[in-house]
């Protein structure tokens, strides 16, 4: 059964970059055959060199799953450079439209582990993002689209290989049962959780959807989940 990793976050937030390191290290680390299936919402915003209007927007969430579906068929491990709830966010918070949720969430509840970008990397520009104002408001919707569901994450924070690092720590429970201690860097890092006497696990503020608490997955390296 094909295991589903969701990169989900705000823009200028290292998705892509977080999504492009773990391909690599996942696929030299581990047996299992994986595959990155990038944001197709930027990929037609590109092409088009416009923002969707409100009736493209169900289209390209749509398409998003489809391409992961295809993914999943001959592989062992997706990871998605965002998911339809990305758009069904934008929807929300560009046009007021929140008709794109239950399908968004209905896919999301696929995952296997949501992964949250925190909002601690600097801006980057480009011509086809609308600022650094509007990071926050889109993380808050999407916090409490998942907290709403009842759709449990991990924030990712830090820069770099601390970054990496990271999202390395959220993934060795799920990853567990399908490696073995020659795995190299997870069968370390499993070793390293056996010797701590904990499960690795770690989740930010999981009822909260202010990104102003994302100093709590600094504070502790390991916090239980409720």
Request: charged share 25%.
């Amino acid at each position: 059964m094909t295991l589903h990793i969701a990169l989900v976050g705000a823009e200028s937030t290292g998705k892509s970059r977080l999504g492009v390191a773990l391909l690599a290290h996942l696929s030299a680390q581990t047996r299992l055959r994986c595959a990155l299936v990038g944001e197709v919402l930027r990929e037609w915003c590109e092409r088009e060199q416009r923002t969707p209007r409100p009736d493209e927007q169900r289209a390209i969430a749509e398409e998003q799953w489809r391409r992961a579906e295809a993914a999943a068929a001959d592989h062992d491990l997706v990871l998605h450079d965002t998911t339809p709830l990305m758009t069904a966010v934008y929807s929300e918070q560009l046009f007021a439209d929140t008709s794109l949720y239950p399908f968004a969430l209905q896919v999301q509840a696929r995952m296997d582990a949501t992964l949250l970008m925190a909002l601690d990397l600097p801006w980057v520009a480009d011509n086809m993002r609308d600022g650094p104002h509007a990071q926050q408001p889109t993380d808050r919707l999407l916090r409490r689209a998942l907290r709403d569901a009842g759709l449990g994450y991990s924030l990712v924070s830090g820069a770099g290989p601390e970054r990496l690092q990271q999202a390395l720590n959220a993934l060795g429970p799920l990853l567990r049962p399908h490696l073995g201690r020659e795995d190299g860097l997870f069968g370390r890092l499993l070793q390293r959780e056996e010797s701590l006497g904990g499960d690795g696990r770690w989740q930010g503020c999981e009822l909260c959807d202010d990104p102003a608490c994302e100093h709590a997955s600094r504070t502790a390296e390991r916090l239980p989940r409720a």
